[in-house]
């Protein structure tokens, strides 16, 4: 009985950490967009921060990706894909979007992504999904539509949204290839490793792409604005770099490690929340009443499509992607 007693506290305290880290993971994507919407009203381009973003978490992930070396010979195709659509379209497509609407709004038109998986398992794949996902979609598209007022005839920038709602096609299209890549005969990957060279070859596309030879560098060296108060430009610069992206990264997939898939991935919704929250506390981005129903419809939405997912290989109707594999993919947004 004292045996038993001791694993049931040792499970009790690894699962308290795990919904600690990936609170924490939340938390420091939830804050990508804040840091960087400043950088780019003081001059940088929005590409040019995310080449930023994703160089300098690349460098910092390198002995990871010297580590876990075999994936480039085991998994060429996925570590492509996560790196052309699960870093750099989406922080491309996030980062342009947060540069012509609120955070806020960008994140919850991104928050799609679970709904448009569902689109593509049902009416490409052909696979039958829950009625409680096709309900979490239906909610959270209703949520978004009042998020964008489209009583008002989309009050918000037009191309904004579209940026938006492309960061979300971009994690489908990871998503697409994540399940792909985990149903091979030799396992699915370390997700540290995936990560690593997701970021190293999102980093290469993005120095194409981006062309940051051309970038104003003066910006760094001076302060930016966050709703009137001065902020060192290098500072947030690090912020999105170790925080947003590196820690964010390793403490959502460690919190997977502990918790299980399902509850890790109603979790990483607070994401939305707390960008928003911050948004409004330290950019002085307010949303009305409306939008704030909206956006809880939304993410009610999401909670409801990911909790649906049954396990793997249960045989019965899907609901998507895995919540363990949305949580190593994201960024996105992030």
Not at 248 to 268: E, K, M, W
């Amino acid at each position: 009985m004292p045996v038993r007693t001791s694993v049931s506290s040792q499970g009790s305290r690894g699962k308290g950490l795990g919904l600690g880290l990936a609170i924490g993971s939340a938390i420091a994507f939830g804050g990508s967009g804040v840091a960087a919407k400043p950088l780019i009203e003081a001059g940088l381009d929005p590409l040019h921060v995310v080449w930023l973003r994703v160089t300098g978490a690349a460098l910092v992930m390198l002995p990871l990706a010297v580590r876990h070396r075999a994936l480039l010979r085991r998994r060429p195709a996925l570590l492509a894909g996560f790196g052309l659509l699960g870093v750099a379209g989406v922080q491309a497509f996030y980062f342009a979007s947060i540069s012509r609407i609120p955070v806020g709004v960008a994140l919850l038109v991104e928050y799609l992504a679970p709904a448009l998986v569902l689109g593509w398992v049902r009416f490409v794949q052909r696979r039958p999904v829950t009625r409680a996902a096709a309900f979490g979609v239906v909610l959270a598209v209703g949520g978004l539509a009042c998020v964008v007022e489209v009583w008002a005839g989309l009050s918000f920038d037009a191309l904004g949204l579209l940026l938006a709602l492309g960061a979300a096609c971009c994690q489908v299209g990871y998503f697409v290839l994540s399940d792909q890549g985990s149903d091979s005969d030799d396992g699915a990957p370390d997700p540290l490793g995936v990560i690593a060279y997701g970021l190293l070859v999102g980093a290469a596309v993005l120095t194409v792409v981006a062309r940051p030879w051309g970038m104003d560098w003066s910006v760094l060296a001076h302060s930016a604005g966050m709703d009137g108060t001065r902020v060192p430009a290098w500072l947030l610069l690090a912020w999105i770099v170790l925080i947003a992206t590196v820690v964010a990264y390793v403490t959502g997939v460690v919190s997977v490690r502990r918790l299980s898939p399902q509850v890790a991935g109603v979790v990483a919704c607070l994401e939305a929340v707390i960008a928003t929250v911050l948004a409004w506390v330290l950019l002085g981005e307010h949303l009305s009443a409306p939008q704030i129903a909206g956006g809880a419809v939304v993410l009610l939405g999401a909670f409801i499509a990911q909790s649906s997912a049954p396990g793997k290989g249960s045989g019965a109707p899907v609901a998507g992607g895995s919540p363990e594999r949305e949580l190593s993919a994201r960024g996105t947004a992030a």
